[in-house]
Each structure stands twice: as structure tokens, then as C-alpha cells.
Nanobody, 126 residues
């Protein structure tokens, strides 16, 4: 499985961005897909997760209501729509994947993901 993340950039507080993760070697029907982020000086944290076939989606508490993980089946691409962005959302964002489901309690743990994209930088600043 290969993941290609894109869509990062510079945005003012309150703005929006949409990140893309192009998936090859597998499909969203069979993969758990997640978005993680790593801010300067901080550990990487998971922000959004989707189970195979996007049956269920979960989010980090601090992004609930602002971020949405979606997919385009035809393009085999996963998106992270980010609205009402805040300076604290500034980070490098990574998409990650693994075959099969993950229990809810394990989704935030990096060790459970076998495939990672290269990261895309999001900067939220006035």
C-alpha cells in the first residue's frame, strides 16, 4: 500500500483546507485510514479515523465538529476537510493505513498502522 498526501498550505485562523491522501495497492473498503499530525516540539497524534468501507469515523476531541474525514471511492482517495482552523492546528499532517479494522481504543496508536504517507504541512497563522 502506498499513500500520497497533499493539500497543505498556509491559511489564516478561521479558514479552511482540504487535505488529500491518494491510496494505491489497496482500497478504502479493506483499509482503516487515519490522519495524524505532528506539531513542532510535540508528539504525533491521531486526529481522524475511518474504518474499512467508512462504516464508522471517529475524531480527536479537539477537532470534532471542525474536521471531517471522507472518501472518493472512484478516485481511491481519502480527504480531511478542515474548517474553522486554529493556530494550534499547525502541524505536519500524515495519512496512515492498515489492513482491516482497529478497535476504537487502538485507533490513536501509531504502532497499529503499517503504511504512511510523506506528510503535508499546514500552517495556521495571521
Amino acid at each position: 500500500v502506498q499513500l500520497q498526501a497533499s493539500g497543505g498550505g498556509y491559511v489564516q485562523p478561521g479558514g479552511s483546507l482540504r487535505l488529500s491522501c491518494a491510496v494505491s495497492g489497496g482500497t478504502t473498503a479493506d483499509l482503516t485510514i487515519a490522519w495524524f499530525r505532528q506539531a513542532p516540539g510535540k508528539e504525533r497524534e491521531g486526529v481522524a479515523y475511518a474504518s474499512p468501507r467508512f462504516v464508522d469515523r471517529t475524531y480527536l476531541d479537539s477537532v470534532k465538529g471542525r474536521f471531517t474525514i471522507t472518501r472518493d471511492i472512484a478516485k481511491n482517495t481519502v480527504y480531511l476537510q478542515m474548517n474553522s482552523l486554529k493556530p494550534e492546528d499547525t502541524a505536519i499532517y500524515y495519512c496512515a493505513a492498515r489492513w482491516g479494522r482497529l478497535v476504537l481504543s487502538a485507533r490513536h496508536l501509531e504502532k497499529h498502522y503499517d503504511y504512511w504517507g510523506q506528510g503535508t504541512l499546514v500552517t495556521v497563522s495571521s
